[in-house]
């Protein structure tokens, strides 16, 4: 049994409770803005959506993570706080808080979801690296796997161990995930986009799109520029 001290679970609600709000201070009422409040929140479900509710790191008495406790004590001063630029000091020490408690995470945990896990498999990283660089390209197994230094069989089996879905998935969602960036950065017409990620038509990339966010690309890219 893990026990949690009441003022670490007090320290953690309140930076857990304040995360969302410090980041929201943190933007400008007005002037240039990069990008719009939505693709802020469709980035971050993208990469976090695999990660668990709750993260445990469990040695932390025997080999510590330098200056933690000090970095909390400073997130939780300055969240009661008046003085110029609280918000944006608070903003800047979460993210750096998560990284850390993630980087000890990696080096600890043997179920870590897909990216994290991918990081630590050199062989699946450089097959992800493919992936990423040529999403709009005809990717098969056989390439990849030659690519990961494996057979195809175990490529494909341990591919689907690290990251949750097999290659073909993977690459299907990845191309997705850029056509929706692509709708949300730029005016290229949806025929320009759907070719850029490697779809042979419009149509077929309208349903594609459809199943995953549930709305046609069109409708999707006009609601979040709205």
């Known amino acids: 049994m893990r026990e949690v001290s009441p003022e670490g679970k007090r320290a953690s609600a309140d930076v857990l409770r304040h995360h969302h709000e410090a980041h929201e201070a943190d933007r400008p009422d007005d002037g240039p803005q990069i990008g719009h409040a939505g693709e802020v929140e469709d980035l971050a479900e ?5 990660l668990p509710q709750v993260i445990v790191l469990d040695g932390l008495a025997e080999d510590p993570i330098e200056w933690l406790d000090e970095m909390c004590g400073l997130v939780l001063r300055e969240l009661g706080a008046t003085q110029p630029g609280a918000s944006l ?11 850390v408690i993630l980087r000890r995470w990696a080096q600890s945990d043997d179920s870590l979801p897909g990216w994290l896990a991918a990081a630590k498999d050199e062989r699946i990283a450089r097959a992800i690296a493919a992936i990423h660089s040529n999403s709009g390209g005809s990717l098969r197994n056989a390439e990849l796997a030659d690519i990961a230094g494996m057979s ?13 879905q097999g290659p ?3 690459l299907r969602g990845w191309r997705l995930d850029q056509a929706a960036e692509a709708l949300l ?3 290229a017409s949806i025929e320009a986009i759907a070719d850029r990620v490697g779809y042979a ?7 594609a799109f459809q199943a995953k966010f549930g709305q046609s690309p069109s409708a999707w890219r006009g609601a979040r520029h709205a």
């Open 46 to 50: 993208r990469v976090l959506q695999s």
């Open 89 to 99: 000091m608070v903003s800047r020490l979460l993210d750096l808080l998560l990284v």
């Open 185 to 187: 950065h730029s005016s």
């Open 201 to 207: 038509s419009k149509e077929a990339f309208s349903r």
């Open 168 to 170: 073909g998935a993977y």
């Open 152 to 164: 195809v069989s175990n490529f494909a089996d341990r591919f689907k161990q690290v990251m949750g």
